[in-house]
């Protein structure tokens, strides 16, 4: 099956697109949520966490304290080298199990969701990377809205990402979520993108198929 990396800046709509690529079928992995989970006692990553960052990272319920990560990987570039040295190849396992336990045969593509894609240089895991963008003012009141967090917060969140014109040129296609997309037009792009994906992964299939043996 093809894979499909789904990205985008902080709130500019991640989630709503992948919810509309799940309902045309399409199976979609999430790797933030499937890192919350990896971090969560019982996982291999969570332990790993805990040894290399000792017990002042656990709440008192023994969880991992997530404020207290992060403000030891803020000013720390190479502590956060060494979280993201733990994180990425447990999370892309992760990944890796749940494709591999989809139905080949009826799936022509997967939508594999990483806000920060180029950034961990991901790219070249995927056939197809979609970026969904909207203005970062858009992001400002998106997050401000849903999370609570202040302008200045959201907007140092935006600085801290990959500048979004580039993020743009690097994807393959993009899907538009400003203010001025109504939701028929958000869908309508999605769908528009699913047909295009269904039919690169039957020439995707055929070329597979047909490849000489020993090529
Ligand atoms: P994050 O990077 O924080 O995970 P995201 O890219 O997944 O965010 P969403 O969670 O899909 O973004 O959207 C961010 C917020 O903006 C949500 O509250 C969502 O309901 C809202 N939102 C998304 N698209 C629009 C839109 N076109 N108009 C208004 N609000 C929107």
């Not at 319920?61 to 190849?89: C, K, M, N, T, Y």
């Not at 580039?166 to 047909?195: F, W």
């Amino acid at each position: 099956m093809l894979r499909v990396g789904l990205t985008g800046g902080i709130g500019c709509g991640k989630s709503r697109v992948a919810g509309l690529f799940a309902s045309l079928g399409a199976p979609v992995l999430d790797a933030d949520t499937l890192n919350r989970e990896l971090q969560t006692p019982g996982h291999d990553l969570y332990a790993a966490i805990v040894d290399r960052f000792g017990p002042g990272i656990l709440d008192a319920r023994g969880h991992l304290d997530r404020g207290a990560l992060r403000s030891r990987i803020f000013a720390d570039p190479a502590e956060r080298q060494a979280l993201e040295a733990l994180v990425h190849p447990a999370v892309e396992a992760a990944i890796e199990q749940r494709l591999a336990a989809l139905p080949e045969e009826t799936t022509p593509y997967a939508v594999i969701v990483v806000p920060l894609l180029f950034e961990a240089g991901w790219e070249t895991r995927f056939d197809h990377v979609v970026v969904v963008h909207c203005e970062p003012s858009e992001q400002i009141a998106r997050v401000t809205q849903r999370d609570g967090r202040s302008s200045a917060e959201v907007e140092a969140i935006i600085e801290a990402q990959m500048n979004p014109d580039e993020r743009r040129l690097r994807g393959d296609s993009e899907i538009r979520n400003t203010e001025q997309t109504t939701d028929a037009e958000l869908a309508n792009q999605v769908a528009e993108r699913d047909a295009v994906l269904r039919k690169q992964a039957t020439t995707h299939r055929s070329r597979v198929e047909n490849r000489p043996p020993n090529t």
